[in-house]
Nanobody, 125 residues
Framework: QVQLVESGGGLVQAGGSLRLSCAASGRALRSYTMAWFRQAPGKEREFVCAIRWSDDSPWYADSVKGRFTISRDNAKNTVYLQMNSLKPEDTSVYFC??????????????????WGQGTQVTVSS
């Protein structure tokens, strides 16, 4: 079992930055592909980005490419999401997720085995 706890959300003005953290316990994260998803009220949960366990290669949704950066610190068993140039449309609950499966990055939420409880990010215009 892996327990994931997100933190770092909050209220920020458009153009600002936030860094989300996802701390894991129960298992080492180094062998999991980790991802961030987000869900706005009344909308489907959507893929934001992921980082592959084998070589730390990232993958980003087009909507965040160039603005968001995913990284991991295996020593701290933590994954980060640095969000810059935030827009009002980035307002969502952000979830981290862990995939214990293969080495392919999936953008589908059903591929992920463990989830955090989410952290709210609100971007004001």
């Amino acid at each position: 079992q892996v327990q994931l706890v997100e933190s770092g959300g909050g209220l920020v003005q458009a153009g600002g930055s936030l860094r989300l953290s996802c701390a894991a316990s129960g298992r080492a994260l180094r062998s999991y592909t980790m991802a961030w998803f987000r869900q706005a009220p009344g909308k489907e949960r959507e893929f934001v980005c992921a980082i592959r366990w084998s070589d730390d290669s990232p993958w980003y949704a087009d909507s965040v490419k160039g603005r968001f950066t995913i990284s991991r610190d295996n020593a701290k068993n933590t994954v980060y999401l640095q969000m810059n140039s935030l827009k009002p449309e980035d307002t969502s609950v952000y979830f981290c997720a862990a995939d214990r499966g293969g080495d392919t990055i999936s953008t589908t939420q059903w591929s992920y085995d463990y989830w955090g409880q989410g952290t709210q990010v609100t971007v004001s215009s």
